[in-house]
């Protein structure tokens, strides 16, 4: 501790001299949660979620025919065109698991896309923010156990965002 207040040549430590840092605080999480183009994008996915599932809904329907049919048919083929037959549904069920999997994992991406623009958009708002209010540091609420009102630039920063930023552009569905 020493070291820190005491300076060579009689000069007073560096902190002493040294302005308070000005600071706020922004509750990213609470943001992201009211955000208007986060919820544009939200209701976008789940529309597409929808639009699978009633496809896979579909090709499950089918899968199941197939293999009652293929039951009923089970006395009448031989071993060989049996054990062919049902290795191809098989197969086509687990190429229907691989397709829901990709369909889930490109929906995920697309959701972290969009919310990666969102995101990036607040940085703008907050650096803008900072930068009209003389700002050194803004600290994320998450990070902050206590602190008054006064610093909290959270809603201010939403309304921006949301007067910015109304639905977020995601490219077009690859399945």
Same mark, same amino acid.
């Given at each position: 501790m020493a070291a820190v207040t005491a300076v060579s040549g009689g000069q007073p430590a560096l902190a002493q001299n040294a302005e308070a840092p000005m600071l706020? #605080? #922004?509750? &990213? +999480?609470? #943001? /992201?949660? =009211? $955000? &208007? *183009?986060v919820k544009s994008l939200t209701a976008k996915i789940e529309e597409q979620r929808t639009k699978y599932q009633d496809e896979l809904r579909a090709e499950e329907e089918s899968l199941r025919t197939a293999d009652q049919e293929l039951a009923r048919q089970r006395t009448i083929l031989s071993a060989e065109a049996y054990t062919q037959k049902r290795k191809d549904l098989e197969q086509q069920v687990a190429t229907l698991q691989r397709q829901v999997q990709e369909r889930k994992k490109g929906l995920d991406q697309l959701f972290g896309q969009g919310i $990666?623009? &969102? +995101?990036? =958009? /607040? *940085?703008n708002v907050a650096k803008e923010i900072a930068e009209e209010r003389g700002l050194d540091l803004i600290l994320s609420r998450a990070t902050v156990v206590i602190v008054k009102p006064k610093f909290d630039i959270s809603n201010e920063a939403l309304e921006r965002l949301n007067a910015r930023l109304t639905t977020v552009a995601l490219p077009a569905s690859q399945n």
């Open positions: 706020a #605080i #922004i509750d &990213v +999480q609470k #943001i /992201l949660r =009211e $955000s &208007v *183009a $990666s623009q &969102v +995101q990036n =958009e /607040l *940085a």
